[in-house]
């Protein structure tokens, strides 16, 4: 009895183990699955756009469909006539009951190759275009991206922001009641260095679900009115002002109706930015942690010269005039001789003799055909006489050609332009980030100086609100200057092509 009991606790436990293990293995699935869906980059994006996005393509068809004009170069078909007698043709070799014939027509030398090339030139300018409509939906993919992701950064900055005046809330509050200031004042230091450190880490969270929730500091709930908040107070006891906690209460409403704005705004940029991949308006947008775009020095020499080299537009221009070039060869092939060559054949069957040989000085004896079947080659050439439809074709390539060149000289010209408007903008940024940068780090200590001051010298209170207004400008000033950049950025890589 005991041995039956011990095996069935060795196979209980043997069944337990066995179900921790899947409960393990299933919680590491799912965590890997979580882990490796937040880990999304914008190049994965920029991949799943190139795949699914519905106006790429289409582009890409359109080439796909050029393409296939390189195939249909060929020679013209041959042509076959028939001829069949409703009444014998009676010849001396017999009586002729139907004839056939064939012709091939040949272009001049060289036609077949310069139409091909030409069909080749024009497919491979589409091309270009295809890169062009491209390049362009991954520009506008990398702008609502970062579009969303200053957004996003604008809410956490602002939500830090929160955090700063409900604690200098509480600040107020408590030296309104007369009571000890020293936790509260390091209170607002954390908030401050918090916020300092969450602007230098510069990482965002998945935007697929927006949520309101503050985290509320012990002073007071902002969700109450002021009037009740002031309840149990007591009135003047302390050294401080009640119109400073009514100030920070209207102030901090204002923060939290912006925030609900934002999260209003975001779903609009949402929806854009998963149009552009072609996928559900409500899915789930993730950001990687900062992405820099710092370029070694003399970067910008190198890309002009990239963009005027491989810019897809200077490309297609390039593809054109030689196709235009291709099509002035055309015009002067088609204005020599086409050449044809054929076989005609003619059935015969046999014609009994008539007649009686010397009847009538043998006017009506006519000896018997052989019937046999004859073969006759043929030739013929086209003679293009009329020259003034030749002359206006080459005429035509001509000033396509002029034009086009007049083309690449203007988007030369426009891309040279274009590329020093971004780079100045990009180097304005960067000093604007340089200077905020410096403003943020002295705003930070000057604000922890004048709470310090406020909690034990009783200094002004509208001082503190100047500078905590001066330092939330700043910071998302340095985010707004910070977004321009990297969109400038992208609109370079735009100009360079894929």
């Not at 607002?188 to 929730?213: E, F, I, L, Y």
């Not at 001066?470 to 321009?484: G, H, K, P, Q, V």
């Amino acid at each position: 009895m005991k041995r039956v009991n011990l095996t069935a606790f060795r196979k209980a436990t043997y069944a337990n183990k066995r179900l921790v293990l899947k409960i393990i293995s299933t919680l590491f699935l799912f965590i890997s699955t979580i882990f490796h869906s937040n880990t999304q980059t914008l190049n994965n994006y920029l991949e799943i756009a190139i795949d699914n996005n519905p106006s790429l393509q289409s582009s890409f068809n359109s080439y796909r469909a050029n393409l296939e004009k390189v195939n249909q170069v060929s020679l013209e078909n041959p042509q076959l006539n028939i001829g069949v007698f409703t009444r014998p043709m009676e010849l001396l070799m017999g009586n002729q009951r139907a004839e056939a014939s064939v012709m091939q027509m040949f272009p001049w030398f060289g036609m077949l190759k310069a139409q091909k090339d030409e069909a080749t030139l024009m497919a491979e300018a589409r091309y270009e275009d295809f890169r062009q409509q491209r390049n362009l939906i991954l520009f506008q993919v990398k702008e609502t991206y970062f579009q969303l992701q200053q957004l996003q950064n604008t809410i956490e900055v602002t939500k830090d922001n929160l955090e700063i005046m409900k604690s200098l809330e509480e600040l107020a509050i408590i030296r309104y009641q007369g009571g000890n200031t020293s936790e509260a004042v390091s209170s607002v230091s954390n908030a401050v260095r918090s916020q300092a450190r969450n602007g230098q880490a510069n990482t965002s969270d998945g935007m697929g679900m927006g949520s309101n929730s503050q985290n509320r500091s012990p002073g007071m709930n902002p969700s109450t009115g002021g009037a009740s908040t002031m309840t149990g107070m007591g009135s003047g006891v302390g050294s401080g002002k009640l119109t400073d906690v009514l100030r920070l209460q209207v102030q901090i409403k204002a923060l939290e109706s912006d925030l609900g704005q934002m999260e209003v705004d975001k779903k609009p940029l949402l929806a854009r930015f998963n149009q552009l991949m072609g996928r559900d308006k409500d899915e789930t947008v993730v950001f990687e942690t900062a992405i820099s775009t710092q370029k070694e020095l003399g970067w910008e020499v190198a890309l002009l010269e990239e963009i005027l080299n491989t810019n897809p537009m200077m490309l297609m221009l390039e593809k054109e005039g030689l196709a235009y070039q291709k099509q002035g060869e055309m015009a002067k092939l088609e204005g020599k001789p086409m050449f044809g060559l054929g076989l005609n054949y003619m059935m015969f069957s046999p014609r009994p003799e008539m007649g009686v040989p010397g009847g009538l000085n043998g006017m009506d004896y006519m000896p018997a055909g052989m019937g046999n079947n004859m073969f006759m080659p043929m030739a013929t050439v086209t003679l293009p006489i009329y020259r003034k439809r030749y002359k206006a074709a080459e005429a035509e390539s001509k000033f396509y050609m002029e034009a086009n060149e007049s083309q690449k000289e203007d988007l030369q010209l426009s891309l040279i332009t274009e590329f020093e408007t971004l780079l100045a903008s990009i180097k304005d940024a960067d000093r604007k980030i340089r200077l905020l940068e410096e403003q943020i780090e002295l705003t930070e200590q000057t604000l922890e100086l004048s709470v310090t001051s406020y909690a034990t010298e009783g200094s002004s209170f509208e001082e503190i609100l100047i500078i905590q207004r001066e330092l939330l400008d700043f910071r998302l000033n340095a985010l707004n200057t910070s977004i321009e950049r990297e969109i400038a950025f992208a609109r370079l890589e735009t100009l360079v092509g894929l």
